[in-house]
């Protein structure tokens, strides 16, 4: 689950072509960032948080991760991350075990509730992680153990 | 942050320590959860809104919708005919299931090579159309009772056909249908094997098809799914829409009688 | 699960439940249906076996040829659609024969290792026709077996053989008092028809799917002390 | 073209719940093809939300969110007859807009 290796280059010119696109279309909020490359070639936890410009991370009762405790299908687990914590300005969604370890990255804005569902690929049984990034750079987390089993027919 | 890890490693322990009962319900919880979150946006719903727009555009060498297709309820009607079906048509003078009758629509409306869409792998060229197709057809029946005809000699002579083949051993690992789908309760790893020759596995496990299949992320129709049946019981190949797949369809949706439809469904 | 408990008994009484239960089983499952049979059975089976062969074709490695019955598969067919159990008569003539094709390892020697049967019991691969030939093939055990704690995946099709050795009383699987075992597992995975003449276990040894090696690991994953299922 | 996206949005006590089913393969480009190449990675990177025109979403995905994806978040102060739009663009630069009105 490898990002293709787009050169820093290229991965700038597309999150600008991106931007470009978004403020024509006037979809542009003021919190919109590049595509956070870096952030999605980590491949750890901690790499994550640092490529998001976030300090240590702290466990949080004020955040939520959602998933099942057991998927029958690594290819589709539903995971859902949400937060009370105020001035939130992001959410993320990642997986420890999979080659790269952030899934999804939400933008938050006053005009949406901080909790989003999303569904992701598991490469095999992990712990799962929603991170909420604060306005002052805090990291807070939750995670969660999601058992991917093994199907039937094995073919 | 390693405390935490410990303490995750220590619960697992005590489950896995624990009485075998309680660790199997918990798992059967576990996976009833999982396939309660996928309920609510099954991506079936993608497959049914194009499926909907192929019925109703012209296509093929004679720029013909398939608005006329004669589903076995009337040309044009959709509603109610997918829990109708296999089922015997007069004007082909075969019993056919969903797919079978589509290709033969496609031929005779639109001017398609039904024999050429028959051999193109599944997900590929028409039989990617296909799939739309079964999807929002199927929809159109959804939470109707299945209810296929036995009126006909031939639809019942097809009902002992599917019988036959479902109880044939053979292949290198002497499965046949009933291998899997003949007795109540039993699983394949963690998968539930519906029960095929009675309600209420017959409607849940036949009644779901078409479905949208979580692990290739395609939608299945039937004919798909027991074409990859066959290959899990080391058989040979069966031809698309081939008798022996209609004959099962027959079996399976008569014993299933009077069960919801619940297609598309999503599984695994 | 009456299935279940017959596997944990031994000798004569345990070879004619084995045999027998799983058979009461399909005749009461069976019987719901029974009434929507029509047609003389005769016709209806040349009828099928001629639907069978016009829609069915070879692909890679699996042929048409995969569909011509051996004995024992065409009389457990008939006596499946018939909804009633194999007549005892053809159901010792088909266990005496499967018997006699039972291959015993060559050096007297049973166990393997029991990791590599652990993995073999995992592995459901081989023999479909998206499988290359000559590749070799898993056991498929878990697909229906529980067999160790630790895989929580596993089917319910078979008998549960978690502590199947320890169950039986198998210490030191090379003794002479496990002799009795050890030989009826071996029989059992080479095959299955010859304890159970319509067994739905596929005969791994007779059939090729498993060779003599691997049948010895899967045999330690069951009967060595040490392997997990046993501890 | 990409097919349209399936949006259902659902009015409830001064919020919409916004749930959105997307067409798109979501290749990881760690996958090979039956003669052994790479499938090169093509999968959703960005995704906008707007309420009657006014930006209120994005997010931004990697290959690892699911094949077909869905995604569910809610809209603060909105109401029924109010149009949701939803954007998607690709790491191809293929784009899809689909708006749905509140219900």
Known sequence: MTLRRTSRRTALQQSLAVAGMLAAAGLLPRTALAYTQGAFDAKSVADVIKALGAGAPAESKDVTITGPDIAENGAVVPLGASTTLPNVKQLAMLVEKNPNTMVALFNVTDAVEPNFLTRAKLGQSSDVYAVAITDDGKAFYAKKEVKVTLGGCGG | MRKTTLCAVLALAATAAGPQAWAQKSTADGIAEYREMLQDGNPAELFEAKGEDLWKQKRGPKAASLERCDLGRGPGVVKGAFVELPRYFADTGRVQDLESRLLTCMETLQGLNAAEIARTPFGKGEQKNLEGLVAWIAAESRGMKLNLPQSHAQERQMYEVGKRVFYLRGGTHDFACASCHGADGKRIRLQDLPNLTRNPGAGAGFGAWPAYRVSSGELWGMQRRLNDCFRQQRFPYPGYASDVTIALGVFMGVNGKGSVSTAPAIKR | MAHNRSQALQGPRARWLDRWLPALGVVSSLAVFGCASIDGGAEADRMAAAVVQSSFRDQGIAKVDRLQQDESNRECSAADVAGKPIAAQSAARIEAASLKTVRWPADGKFLGDWREGEKIAQNGRGMTWTDKAGAPNGGNCYNCHQITKQEISFGTLGPSLYQYGKLRGVTDPASAQAKPIVDYTWAKIWNARASNACSSMPRFGHSGILNEGQVRHVMALLLDPQSPVNR | ?103
């Open chain 4, 1 to 103: 073209m990409a097919d349209p996206m399936r949006i259902r949005a659902q009015a409830s006590g001064g919020n919409v719940t916004v749930r959105v089913l997307m067409a798109h393969e979501m290749e990881t480009g760690q996958r090979k093809d039956a003669s052994g190449k790479v499938i090169p990675a093509w999968f959703i990177q960005e995704v906008s939300a707007a309420l009657n025109g006014k930006a209120v979403l994005t997010a931004e995905w990697g290959p690892a969110v699911s094949k077909n994806p869905f995604m569910q978040f809610t809209v603060k102060g909105a109401k029924a007859g109010d149009k949701i739009a939803i954007t998607w663009k690709d790491n191809h630069g293929d784009t899809r807009t689909d708006e749905a009105t509140v219900s």
